[in-house]
Every structure is written in structure tokens, then in C-alpha cells.
């Protein structure tokens, strides 16, 4: 990123090349969506170029949120292909530990999101609500206990319910709030954080396992935290800012 996105800025996918020859369309860029007051939420770039959002614990109110979303054109992919296998996962930085470990950090769902969903993963890096279909997940940090460097892996089988419409569009949701504005959990309670990489695959497609698209996963993540790594020693603002 060349600088903080604010409400409706695209955010580039890199691999939008592979994205476009799945989904039909050039238009697979991911946006932001926010809606906070100055001191709910503070937005910046780390110093090693990761999108680091600080959320009050004070003065946080419902509905104060900050997301990356999928674009329609990938959200009708995954509605259409409900039934595919898909690895999903995070990089981030926990910089303030959350209340709470159960709030939301990624949903793609229906309305009713503990019922009918693709993704719902919440910040300790468990699936939500009463999925029917893991193909495996990981974590190496629950944010309630402690901060860090995390990443959270989960691949599903195929969607949980029926999952007929997508509500709910969020792949990092920072401090707890998805976009959709339902759910507010994480009211005094959400955690701050550094979002690095989000990554999506269809397995069905590309004929991996999830075993194996985690062992890449994790030799990669090792590498960009690891002394001489991309990430390795990143600085931003200290979360006190905010109380």
C-alpha cells in the first residue's frame, strides 16, 4: 500500500491474475470498508508496510469497524462454487491483546453467520458457530492471552448450511466489528493489530491438500518474521495512543 485506505479504497490482490481466470472478471481487487470517530480507531502503515489499525477500548461505540472485504465478483465465485474445498489464512501482529477470544476476525456468511458460511473464524484462530466440514486448522497465538506475531489457518470441505446469500463479506476484520455492523462482541474488548497477508485458495481447483498448502504456508510465514525477513523487526504506533 502507498498509504492508509480509507472507506472504499481497492486494495491490490496480487494474485488477481489467478483470480480473474477463475471468477471471469478483472474486478478482484478487495476493498475497505470502515466507519469510525477519530478516536475509536487510529489507521497507519508500519514501518515494513503492514496496515496497522489501533482500536479504542474506551471509546469504541457499536459499529465501529475497519475490514477488508472480497469483491462481488469473488463472493458470486464462492456462492456459485459453495461445494469446493478452500485454504484460508492470516498473517498479522497482535500489538494490544483482545478481551476476548471469541470475536469475530473473518466471516464470510450468510445474515444468520453461525448457521449458513464459507468462513468464520474468530480472533484465537477457531472456526465459529457449528462447522460440518474442516479439513484442518492452526494457530500459533490465542490475541486474548498475549501479542505477537500470528497466523491462523483453516480449510474447509465445503460451505457449513446453505449458505445462499453472503451478508457478510469480511477477510480481516481489525479490532472485532465486521462490516456488515450486526455483531458487536467486541465492544471494549477488541485487540489492535498489523494485517500482512490474507490468503484464499480453492482447492478443488488447484488440486492441493491442505496439508500441503500449510506446509508452504508456514516455511513462508517463517521466513518474512524471521531475522532478515520482510516483516522481521516492524515498529508502528504504540496502542496506548488510544486507551
Not at 469504541?60 to 489464512?89: E, G, K, M, W
Not at 465459529?128 to 492471552?145: F, Q
Not at 491462523?152 to 465486521?178: E, R
Amino acid at each position: 500500500m502507498s498509504g492508509v485506505p480509507s472507506n472504499g479504497t481497492l486494495v491490490n490482490n496480487i494474485a488477481g491474475s489467478i483470480a480473474t481466470s477463475l471468477v471471469g472478471s478483472v474486478s478482484v481487487s478487495p476493498d475497505i470498508a470502515t466507519g469510525f470517530a477519530s478516536n475509536a480507531m487510529l489507521s497507519e502503515l508500519s514501518a515494513k508496510g503492514g496496515l496497522h489499525v489501533i482500536k479504542s477500548k474506551v471509546d469504541d461505540v457499536n459499529n465501529t469497524r475497519f475490514t477488508l472485504r472480497i469483491p462481488a465478483s469473488i463472493r458470486a465465485y464462492l456462492l456459485t462454487n459453495r461445494a469446493h474445498s478452500y485454504y484460508f489464512s492470516i498473517w498479522q501482529q497482535v500489538t494490544r491483546k483482545f478481551d476476548a477470544a471469541d470475536v469475530p476476525l473473518a466471516v464470510l456468511a450468510e445474515s444468520a453467520y453461525s448457521n449458513d458460511f464459507l468462513l468464520n473464524l474468530v480472533a484465537n484462530g477457531g472456526p465459529a458457530g457449528a462447522p460440518t466440514n474442516i479439513l484442518g486448522k492452526a494457530t500459533n497465538l490465542d490475541p486474548a492471552a498475549g501479542t505477537g506475531t500470528a497466523k491462523h489457518q483453516l480449510g474447509v470441505s465445503k460451505a457449513t448450511g446453505t449458505l445462499a446469500n453472503m451478508a457478510y463479506t469480511d477477510l480481516f476484520i481489525f479490532g472485532g466489528c465486521p462490516s456488515a455492523g450486526v455483531m458487536n462482541s467486541a465492544l471494549h474488548k477488541g485487540g489492535s493489530q498489523v494485517m500482512y497477508r490474507v490468503y484464499l485458495e480453492d482447492l478443488t481447483v488447484s488440486g492441493r491438500s491442505y496439508a500441503d498448502v500449510k506446509a508452504q504456508d508456514d516455511a513462508l510465514f517463517q521466513a518474512a518474521f524471521a531475522p532478515g525477513g520482510k516483516f522481521y523487526g516492524d515498529t508502528y504506533t504504540a496502542p496506548s495512543t488510544l486507551p
